[in-house]
């Protein structure tokens, strides 16, 4: 068992107590709480751009990967003063008037500054996932995103090919795309909106271009959920832009066996991935790709852009 140990840093002018930084949170990579908390000290500049101003959704592991985990929507009522907070929907059952009217809900945590992502890294929070939409602005989502899960033996290498698909077929719409790992088996390509778009119309126009992906691609890409059919082909996850959903932040850390990152990469990356090529980063390495290579997945908490008027 690792010791119990513990510091206390000021960052930013935030004092935090750091604990139990020699506990093991990835065995198999012999990669500390310790590790875990100085990776999101190091990209939370570049991550807040991405979650900062979002209600984020820990999913925490107290015991590390192999241990336990639960998902924390409501921001823990032992947070510091200076951790803000945003009131968001709970769950599937929470779209109801007086939540729209802004009188129900719970408290998410809104991480807005770097002292506050290393509070939460402190929890072993491993993973941090964000809704489509900005806190200030619940109902009107700032992109959408096709999640793409392979059904094996289909890989990273086909969800390498049903992204260029998307980006060819969206393209023809002069709509520009971003795609990142997911951190663990898949890819996810996303559509910077950053301009008001009605929730349902996103939605639809998701599911949309699945379905038109499912019908140029059959043998390929899925857009229904059932396991047993996924066998071999790609299910593009439309549903990720319900309201109540949320999907890995950018740069965030995965629960696998080893500290893989949900990271940002650039098409010729994906092509590579189509040809066979790896597509897996971790953190040691994302923190070097961000240093060479900037922020990757900058454009999309920026970049206007405007789907096609529903039909």
């Known amino acids: ?43 939370a500049p570049v991550m807040l751009a991405h979650l900062g101003d979002r209600c984020v959704t ?6 590390g990967v192999q241990g ?13 003063d200076w951790v803000r907070t945003a009131l968001g929907r709970g769950d599937r059952r929470a779209r109801t008037a007086a939540d729209r009217s802004g009188t129900g809900g719970i408290d998410y945590c809104v991480l807005s500054d770097v002292p506050s992502i290393v509070w939460a890294a402190n929890l072993a929070a491993i993973e941090m996932h964000t809704p489509m939409a900005r806190a200030a602005k619940m109902d009107i989502p700032t992109m959408a995103v096709f999640d793409l899960d392979p059904g094996a033996p289909a890989a990273m290498r086909e969800c390498a090919e049903v992204a260029l698909h998307l980006r060819e077929a969206l393209g023809s719409l002069d709509l520009e795309l971003f795609p990142k790992t997911s951190g663990s088996k898949g890819l996810q390509v996303y559509l910077p909106l950053n301009a008001d778009h009605d929730r349902d119309h996103v939605r639809s126009f998701a599911l949309a271009v699945a379905q038109l992906m499912e019908k140029q691609h059959p ?16 299910f593009i996850d439309w549903s990720q832009n319900a ?28 092509e590579a991935a189509a040809d066979g090529a790896p597509l897996s980063f971790e953190a040691p390495t994302v923190i070097e790709r961000v240093a060479g290579m900037g922020d990757l997945f900058a454009p999309a908490a920026t970049l206007v852009q405007h789907l096609p008027p529903a039909a």
Do not use: Q
């Open 1 to 43: 068992m690792a010791e119990a140990t513990s510091t206390t840093v000021h960052i930013e002018g935030r004092r935090l107590t750091l604990t139990n930084l020699g506990k093991l949170m990835y065995p198999e990579a012999s990669f500390t709480k310790g590790e875990v908390i100085d990776y999101y000290a190091r990209i």
């Open 58 to 63: 820990f999913v925490r592991y107290p015991d």
């Open 243 to 270: 309201v109540f959903k949320t999907t890995v932040c950018a740069y965030s850390l995965r629960a696998r066996s080893r500290p893989t990152v949900s990271t940002p990469v650039t098409w010729e990356e994906v």
């Open 219 to 234: 043998n390929l890409v899925l857009t229904t959920m059932a396991k047993d059919l996924r066998v071999g082909k790609v």
């Open 68 to 80: 336990k985990s639960f998902f924390e929507k409501r921001c823990p009522g032992h947070r510091p």
